[in-house]
Nanobody, 127 residues
Framework: QVQLVESGGGLVQAGDSLRLSCAASGRTFSNSHMGWFRQAPGKERELIAAISWVISNIYYSDSVKGRFTISRDNAKNTLYLQIHSLKPEDTAVYYC????????????????????WGQGTQVTVAS
């Protein structure tokens, strides 16, 4: 059974840093595109960062570019999201996701169908 389990969320102060982790099991994701989404209260889920299985192919949304860093450790089957300079507007549930299909490594991560999802981890940023 494929599972993605996020961890690392919590209540933090504005300006703090966090590292979210997503541990995958049930199959290897070394050839999968993987991404981080977030959903703030009353808003739609949005893709904020994604990475191909070729680590040079990375996408960041404008809202997080320069503050968030996505990375992966294929040996550990784990995806990470390093977050710096947190803002109250970063408050959301953060989800990791992975593609089921193996795309060519240069495929734009925004165009990938993410079919495996974690349960989410809450990040709350106090001002």
């Amino acid at each position: 059974q494929v599972q993605l389990v996020e961890s690392g969320g919590g209540l933090v102060q504005a300006g703090d840093s966090l590292r979210l982790s997503c541990a995958a099991s049930g199959r290897t994701f070394s050839n999968s595109h993987m991404g981080w989404f977030r959903q703030a209260p009353g808003k739609e889920r949005e893709l904020i960062a994604a990475i191909s299985w070729v680590i040079s192919n990375i996408y960041y949304s404008d809202s997080v570019k320069g503050r968030f860093t996505i990375s992966r450790d294929n040996a550990k089957n784990t995806l990470y999201l390093q977050i710096h300079s947190l803002k109250p507007e970063d408050t959301a549930v953060y989800y990791c996701a992975a593609s089921k299909v193996i795309y060519i490594p240069t495929c734009d991560p925004r165009l990938v169908a993410y079919e495996y999802w974690g349960q989410g981890t809450q990040v709350t940023v106090a001002s």
